[in-house]
Every structure is written in structure tokens, then in C-alpha cells.
T-cell receptor
């Protein structure tokens, strides 16, 4: 069975400062891990994906995530937050193609001017 | 590439009527499409998984006779909420995954449909 825990339900940062969103997972197999972003009343947009090719994954909009197997973590970071980064972020795991996704509870990011 | 559309983006209907929501993969073929429901300030809840040409697989607690899913082609799946009631009001999101290859485990999401039942 797989599970995902997002350690912070809310994160507040000032514009221009770094953002860190924490995610821990559990999986019986070698998982694929994703980060999605959801702006209000919108669908989910894929930020990045890990599939064992490289532990540091670069995504869109300046985001990146590092897969650490020993810590079962997949934290998302961005060096400098922008106002447009204010949204809900979901860490997601799946164990195989066509399998169900398991979602974390989400982290709401607030960016202060 | 990998764009998924939904139609309509929002719908208001009277209690007891049926509503159909369409999900299309615009620039790729999708073997599998998924339907989710999202309540305010919550994560997504998977309702069902549909494969082209076969019956959908519903998650526990989801009424298959109430939420009818049809996946008639590799680019179109529909969700029909039958005899809708106010408690069916929600944000419905679909997703699609590619036919094959190293992208087959990635789901691309539609923009969602806001259903309000009066």
C-alpha cells in the first residue's frame, strides 16, 4: 500500500524568499512521485515528476524536488517565491502505470508582498 | 502536449435532473481516464477509473447507477450525474493518462467542472 503525507497544511512566505513544501511517502515498490499545483477553481497542473532517472528533478516555473529514498521524502522547493505561486500544492505517488494516484492532503501556499 | 479539457466548466441544475460532463484529451490518446470529486479545501477523491471500451471501475462507496461513466473513445469520457441532488454539488475533475510509454503513469488533469444543484 502507498501513502503520502504533506507535513504542512499551510505555508506562508514573502515574495522573493525561498519556498519549501515537505512530502513524505511510503510505498511497497519503486514509486513514481509527482507534484501538482492547483490554483483556485482550476484543475491540477503537473509541476514535475520523479521516475528514478535522477534524484533531483527540475520542473516548471522554477520548482524542483529532490527524491531521498533513505528519508522517504520528496520535498518541493523554489529559490524565490512569486505572487503567482500562491496556490494549493499536492504531492502524489503511484506505483505503476494505470494505477491509482495517492494524494497528500495538500499544502496551501500564501505569498505575501 | 497533454492537454485535457472539460465541458462545461460550470453548471447549475434543478434537483432531480441529470447532468453530463465531458472530458476530452485534446492532443493525445488516453487509454485510461479517471474521475475525481473535490470538496472545498480538500484533496481529490477518486470516484472511478474508466478504460476505453470497457466498464468503469468504481471506488468503494461511489454509486455506479448514480454516476454513469462512458469511455467511448480514446479521447472522450463522460460522467453523467443522474437525478442530481444538492449533496452532489461539488467540483468534478477528470484526468487522462497516455496510451503507453514512459508517460503512461502520469495523469493530466482537466480544468474541472463546478456542479451546483439547487
Amino acid at each position: 500500500a502507498q501513502s503520502v503525507t504533506q507535513l504542512d497544511s499551510h505555508v506562508s512566505v514573502s515574495e522573493g524568499t525561498p519556498v519549501l513544501l515537505r512530502c513524505n511517502y511510503s510505498s511497497s515498490y519503486s514509486p513514481s512521485l509527482f507534484w501538482y499545483v492547483q490554483h483556485p477553481n482550476k484543475g491540477l497542473q503537473l509541476l514535475l515528476k520523479y521516475t528514478s532517472a535522477a534524484t533531483l528533478v527540475k520542473g516548471i516555473n522554477g520548482f524542483e524536488a529532490e527524491f531521498k529514498k533513505s528519508e522517504t521524502s520528496f520535498h518541493l522547493t523554489k529559490p524565490s517565491a512569486h505572487m503567482s505561486d500562491a496556490a494549493e500544492y499536492f504531492c502524489v505517488v503511484t506505483e505503476a502505470a494505470g494505477n491509482k494516484l495517492t494524494f497528500g492532503g495538500g499544502t496551501r501556499v500564501l505569498v505575501k508582498p | 502536449g497533454a492537454v485535457v479539457s472539460q465541458h462545461p466548466s460550470w453548471v447549475i441544475c434543478k434537483s432531480g435532473t441529470s447532468v453530463k460532463i465531458e472530458c476530452r484529451s485534446l492532443d493525445f490518446q488516453a487509454t485510461t481516464m479517471f474521475w475525481y470529486r473535490q470538496f472545498p479545501k480538500q484533496s481529490l477523491m477518486l470516484m472511478a477509473t474508466s478504460n476505453e471500451g470497457s466498464k468503469a471501475t468504481y471506488e468503494q462507496g461511489v454509486e455506479k447507477d448514480k454516476f454513469l461513466i462512458n469511455h467511448a473513445s480514446l479521447t472522450l469520457s463522460t460522467l453523467t450525474v443522474t437525478s442530481a441532488h444538492p449533496e452532489d454539488s461539488s467540483f468534478y475533475i477528470c484526468s487522462a493518462s497516455r496510451l503507453a510509454g514512459d508517460e503512461a503513469d502520469t495523469q493530466y488533469f482537466g480544468p474541472g467542472t463546478r456542479l451546483t444543484v439547487l
